[in-house]
């Protein structure tokens, strides 16, 4: 706007003003010249210089013998110079030469005559039209200042947003956003304030959902601990230890059950060394091969995502004889690949094991206790960290279970 401002101004008004400045200029020097070669003598430039200087500020000077200057200095502003040009050009039948740039109020302007040079010193805002440099200062001025005010807007606005995102972003992860408060324009305090309430909807949501399982899986103990104290005291027969496996079948699906309310525990996350944890995560899994890695620092859950990461290796234990782990710390995400030699899962069917409760018709889903939650916990718990569980196939011709966190 401000650049089709100045165009209009130049084009439509200060150009204007500046060629009748110029003609007029042109016309007094092309008199002057004209009067002096009536009487082409040095006491006739000092009578016109006379009658210039005080009235036209044009002061002239006969300088007898020299030849015009033949090197141009070009001014800033282009269009200065072809408009003094152009009307000198139509004014002057004289070879001329001028220069705008040499004097910061004057204008030097020599004409050829016969008897050497006639040298004019105009004064610049009689050539020029001075509101000219004045608009630009303004311009400029007004354009620094306007842009400053919308920076300072347009951040008002944006950083609101950016805290929502940024929110969002902390709350898909499962950290503490208690600190957020919606401000801004309506338009995002009313995004904000529908955040904080489907927040609120969703933590409602887990937290009936984990008292449900929690409580159906306790009430069943004490009935299911009776039975076992029961069987433990009947004679060892066939029927007693079907019915004592049975038993131990319902409480490993107790179990499972707990272990999947607890999916979205409250654990806080903490900055851990990841050798550290790879180590605590692999003990008692001497038979995994672990791949060498970087050590660095890392925030997450520990308790958390070593369960989650077991569950990925016990799954691949289950299932193969040969099982890697090998760690991938790339600019965005670490990677934790489980990667395994067994039966592999169909492409069709990888979408259907983080159901819970799903088992697949080969028996290829990794169920701790065989109840169809483990792979379901381990995706529980990646997404709590704002991660995912990808499935591939492994080099070895299994499965490979990628464990995939942000940085």
Not at 15 to 41: E, G, H, K, M, Y
Not at 172 to 179: F, L, P, R
Not at 336 to 358: C, L, M, N, T, Y
């Amino acid at each position: 706007m401000q650049m089709a401002v100045a165009w209009f101004f130049f084009n439509a008004h200060w150009a204007r003003v500046t060629s009748n400045l110029s003609d007029s200029v042109a016309a007094d020097v092309a008199v002057a010249v004209q009067l002096f070669q009536q009487d082409p003598t040095d006491e006739n430039a000092k009578s016109l210089d006379a009658l210039l200087r005080p009235d036209m500020e044009l002061s002239v000077v006969l300088r007898p013998d020299e030849l015009l200057p033949t090197s141009n200095r070009n001014a800033f502003f282009s269009t200065l110079d072809k408009t003094l040009r152009r009307s000198l050009n139509e004014t002057l039948d004289e070879p001329f030469w001028f220069d705008t740039t040499r004097y910061p109020n004057h204008v030097d302007i020599q004409v050829k005559v016969d008897q050497g040079v006639l040298r004019f010193i105009a004064a610049r805002e009689r050539v020029f039209a001075p509101t000219g440099y004045v608009f630009i200062f303004w311009l400029i001025t007004a354009t620094v200042l306007l842009s400053l005010i919308s920076i300072l807007f347009i951040r008002r606005q944006s950083d609101p947003i950016k805290e929502l995102a940024d929110a969002a972003t902390s709350f898909g992860k499962g950290q503490d956003i208690s600190d957020f408060k919606p401000r801004g324009a309506s338009e995002v305090r009313m995004a904000g304030q529908s955040f904080l309430k489907m927040r609120s909807r969703i933590r409602r949501h887990l937290e009936q959902r984990t008292l449900m399982l929690a409580g159906v899986s306790h009430d069943l103990r004490t009935p299911l601990t009776r039975l076992k104290l029961q069987l433990a005291m009947q004679d060892d027969t066939e029927d007693t230890r079907a019915a004592r496996r049975d038993v131990d079948e319902m409480e490993a699906m107790l179990t499972g059950y707990l272990d999947f309310a607890r999916g979205m525990g409250t654990e806080k996350p903490d900055t851990v060394r990841l050798a550290d944890f790879v180590t605590q995560t692999m003990k008692g899994r001497d038979d995994v091969e672990v791949s060498d890695f970087e050590d660095r620092d890392i925030s997450i859950r520990p308790v958390m995502l070593r369960r989650s990461l077991g569950n990925l290796i016990n799954n691949a234990r289950k299932y193969g004889s040969n099982v890697d782990l090998r760690i991938e710390d790339t600019e965005d995400f670490l990677m934790f690949h489980v990667e395994d030699d067994g039966p592999g899962i169909p492409i069709e069917q990888r979408s259907e094991v983080f159901k819970a409760f799903q088992r697949l018709d080969g028996a290829r889903n990794q169920n701790i206790e065989g109840i169809g939650l483990g792979l379901s916990i381990a995706q529980d718990i990646a997404q709590l960290h704002g991660g995912t569980i990808l499935l591939a196939d492994s080099p070895k011709g299994g499965l490979r279970a990628t464990l995939r966190l942000p940085l």
